[in-house]
């Protein structure tokens, strides 16, 4: 897998990778790092890995194959300056965001079909198909790309100079939908280096335990 370098803008930071007190748990996030608190509506949540060492990963992810397409599998590069990225770099971004940071968002892009299985805290839904540009309503990209994610309609253009930073994912390597998400953002002129890309999704997050939520009413 192609090795994730963050700028020294969103390098890991130490109080993540090495917190004060040594992990307690039977089953960490890594050696050095037990949980990790976020904000997911207004309310603290704790992300961990799931205690039981007998736990499976969610049936709703167990499945080895899907027909394609369009279920296919997807590329590790999308696309020139997309970085993809694991577990903890979104973990850093979940945390950054919480304590105030709001010149990022971790974005799932999938339809609520989807999201009713369970989503990841911190993260805000933004379906694929709401931003499917040229074929979603036009009225609603700008809504989104000028209220969410800080882009600015100049006459004929966009001004993406102070856009968010977009850490954007799915249901796995082989779902398109954030995948689809980001290519349509680049032909627009979004700029790549402020795009990153968590391409093992809800599968990955799943297989390692991680905490998850229902969606607020589920």
Same mark, same amino acid.
């Given at each position: 897998m192609k090795n994730y370098q963050p700028p020294a803008s969103t390098a890991l930071p130490t109080e993540l990778l090495v917190p004060g007190a040594a992990p307690t748990l039977a089953v960490n996030i890594t050696a050095a790092l037990a949980s990790v608190d976020v904000m997911h509506h207004g309310r603290k949540v704790t992300i961990m890995r799931n205690q039981n060492q007998s736990n499976a990963v969610n049936s709703d992810f167990a499945k080895t194959s899907r027909k394609c397409p369009p279920f296919c599998i997807q590329p590790n590069e999308l696309?020139?300056?997309?970085?993809?990225?694991?577990e903890l770099e979104v973990l850093h971004f979940l945390k950054k965001i919480s304590d105030g940071d709001a #010149?990022?968002?971790? !974005?799932? #892009?999938?339809?609520?079909?989807?999201?009713?299985?369970? !989503? !990841?805290?911190?993260?805000?839904?933004?379906?694929?198909?709401?931003?499917?540009?040229?074929?979603?309503?036009?009225?609603?990209?700008?809504? !989104?790309?000028?209220?969410?994610l800080g882009a600015k309609r100049r006459d004929e253009f966009w001004d993406f100079d102070n856009v968010k930073t977009l850490v954007m994912f799915c249901n796995g390597p082989w779902c398109g939908q954030s995948s689809t998400t980001i290519k349509d953002l680049l032909k627009i002129g979004y700029p790549a280096h402020k795009i990153l890309w968590y391409r093992g999704g809800?599968?990955?997050?799943? #297989?390692?335990?991680?905490?998850?939520?229902?969606?607020?009413g589920k």
């Open positions: 696309a020139p300056g997309v970085k993809t990225i694991a #010149s990022m968002m971790v !974005i799932d #892009s999938r339809t609520p079909a989807w999201v009713e299985k369970g !989503i !990841i805290p911190g993260t805000v839904n933004i379906p694929w198909d709401t931003l499917n540009i040229g074929k979603a309503d036009p009225a609603a990209v700008q809504e !989104i790309l000028e209220n969410q809800m599968q990955d997050w799943e #297989s390692l335990g991680l905490t998850t939520l229902k969606p607020l």
